[in-house]
């Protein structure tokens, strides 16, 4: 048998813990280097979030964690998760009356609905919505990132060819000697610095985020195009508390737990996502000059809530809105896209690392997790070309084992080069959606975002023959490639604007052509006569 090959894996979110289980079930011997500490500690803050955050994990993150062969680990995901059918837009009309307005994410499922605020104030409990079953609407599903990482980690504990390294940053490598170096944060030297060890691989996959040293070194070995912005949006997260347990003991919320709730502003969006204890993760998005002025005078900010997203004080109280605005931090938002994302044989990144984008999409994570399965399923189709045409190997055969090494070597490159060719211009498209969909989010409110949405859904559900979808139906819930989402919607779209100029055109039309009936006789001799006319001259 060959040696098997070493893959290095830096950075242990859900990305790379993915791509670790992935990895490990192909036969690699992995080691996973992760800057922090242990997530699954409980005296752990994770880093950059106040507590964690409340992702929506859908169709393609879903498909990625199946392709990973441990369906008791995706059961484990999906029981904890809190499945949201749609968004509830939450507004104030200018009777002042407060309203809320659900918008399934599946029209197939149920068609929406419309209730007032004082209809739906009451205790409300989740509903029986499983993801697994093909009856119900199509959900995206509110999860706790943490948790969600936890059992990833958990699952790689249980495999005997994986090694954990907590507490190990990378700060260096170099992908032509294939060495890299790690400093050991549990480990110091006697100046009090964290000891630097040097370790080899076959190949590094670089999981380790938006600032991504795997890619910061990378670039000095292949030329990489890279750009990034940060938008001029902060986010600070808030927190809805869980209604008052039902007197079986169970968990209640203060709102509907099925919807990713919305109150949209102008410049600025208040969301909030269901936790399974009851609670809504929420998240303020705000330009920064508003953050300037909220900070030099904190005590604004339930004034700020009542005149801009009407209804949260309801369910935060003025001492915690206030409280958590001056505790949270006030984060940034990037988007970047970059490549190509490998060097030769030995490196490659996935995740955040290769395409940050601004998370109005909820696509951040489960387009990095589909990295995953794409990448190794490239890697499958090469390593099975190679096997093709090599014959089983001996253990002590020195010169069998260099040959399947460099065999094994081709096989990555070609696989490295082959997923970067293609991957790009699907994170690039979904990194332009989460953009545009931004802009969409905050003005949810606005009649040709409805009329265009009624027109989609209505074709959707009526004539199903057509296969007409919605933009957000395919990006979400289905796995087709992001940019080939965009190419059927564009379609949809120039058939939709020919039937609207038909609509309008087609009274012009059939006036023009009554008219040219009802006055075919004299119509007739004013064209001889012009012929006539025209031939004498
Ligand atoms: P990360 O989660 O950033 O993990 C990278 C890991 O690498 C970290 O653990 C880090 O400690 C480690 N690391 C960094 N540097 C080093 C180093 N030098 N050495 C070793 N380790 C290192 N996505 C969704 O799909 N749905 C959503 O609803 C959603 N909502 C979001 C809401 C907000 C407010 C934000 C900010 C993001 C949201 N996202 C969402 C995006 C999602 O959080 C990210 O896309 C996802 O976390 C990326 O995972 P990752 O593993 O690639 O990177």
Not at 57 to 63: H, K, Q, W
Not at 509 to 521: D, E, F, K, N, Q
Request: hydrophobic residues 40%; glycine residues 6%.
């Amino acid at each position: 048998m060959a040696r098997p090959q070493k893959m290095v894996i830096v950075g242990a979110g859900p990305v790379g813990s993915l791509a670790a289980l992935y990895a490990a079930q192909r036969g690699y011997r992995v080691e996973v280097y992760e800057l922090r500490p242990d997530l699954r500690d409980p005296r752990i803050v994770p880093l950059n979030f106040t507590k964690s955050i409340n992702l929506a994990l859908s169709e393609r993150g879903i498909n990625a964690i199946r392709h990973a062969g441990l369906p008791d680990l995706l059961e484990d995901i999906l029981g904890a998760c809190v499945p949201m059918r749609g968004r509830m837009i939450h507004g104030k009309k200018p009777s002042g009356a407060l309203y809320e307005v659900a918008q399934d994410f599946d029209i197939h499922g149920r068609v929406s609905f419309r209730h007032r605020l004082s209809d739906v104030g009451l205790i409300h409990h989740r509903q029986p919505v499983h993801p697994a079953n093909k009856s119900n609407p199509q959900c995206n599903l509110a999860m706790d990132r943490g948790a969600l990482n936890a059992r990833l980690l958990d699952a790689l504990e249980d495999l005997p060819n994986v090694e954990l390294f907590f507490n190990h940053k990378l700060t260096g490598a170099d992908f032509r000697k294939r060495k890299a170096w790690i400093e050991d944060r549990d480990r110091l030297s006697p100046s009090g610095r964290p000891r630097e060890m040097e370790i080899d691989f076959d190949i590094m996959l670089g999981a380790d985020g938006a600032h991504s040293a795997v890619r910061y070194h990378m670039m000095k070995f292949s030329r990489m195009d890279y750009q990034q912005e940060y938008i001029d949006t902060l986010w600070c997260e808030f927190r809805i508390d869980a209604g008052k347990p039902q007197p079986d003991g169970s968990e209640t919320w203060k709102i509907s737990p099925n919807h990713l709730h919305i109150w949209p502003g102008k410049d600025f969006m208040f969301i909030a996502i269901p936790s399974e204890d009851g609670s809504f993760t929420c998240t303020l998005f705000l330009p920064a000059n508003h953050f300037v002025t909220l900070e030099a005078d904190p005590s604004q900010v339930p004034d700020f809530f009542d005149v801009n997203f009407p209804g949260v004080r309801d369910h935060i109280s003025d001492a915690s809105l206030i409280d958590a605005f001056n505790t949270n931090p006030h984060l940034p938002l990037i988007s970047l896209k970059c490549k190509p994302y490998h060097f030769g044989a030995s490196g490659v990144i996935i995740g955040d690392a290769a395409h940050a984008m601004v998370p109005f999409y909820g696509q951040g994570m489960n387009t990095g997790m589909e990295d995953v399965r794409i990448l190794f399923s490239i890697l499958d189709k090469h390593q099975a070309l190679l096997a093709e045409t090599n014959s089983p190997l001996d253990d002590e055969d020195d010169e069998q084992q260099s040959s399947s090494n460099a065999a094994a070597e081709q096989a990555h490159a070609q696989a490295l080069a082959e997923y970067s060719a293609t991957r790009w211009v699907d994170a690039y498209t979904i990194n332009d959606l989460a953009f545009q969909n931004y802009i969409e989010m905050r003005t949810s409110q606005s009649t040709t975002y409805k009329l265009r949405k009624a027109l989609e859904e209505f074709l959707s559900l009526r004539l199903p023959g057509l296969g007409w979808r919605t933009k957000y139906s395919l990006v979400v819930f289905s796995n087709r490639p992001y940019s080939e989402c965009v190419r059927q919607t564009d379609r949809q779209g120039r058939v939709l604007s020919r039937l609207f100029a038909g609509l309008v055109t087609s009274p012009f039309l059939a006036v023009g052509v009554y008219l040219a009936y009802s006055y075919r006789r004299p119509m007739k001799e004013l064209w001889h006569n012009a012929v006539a006319i025209w031939q004498m001259m």
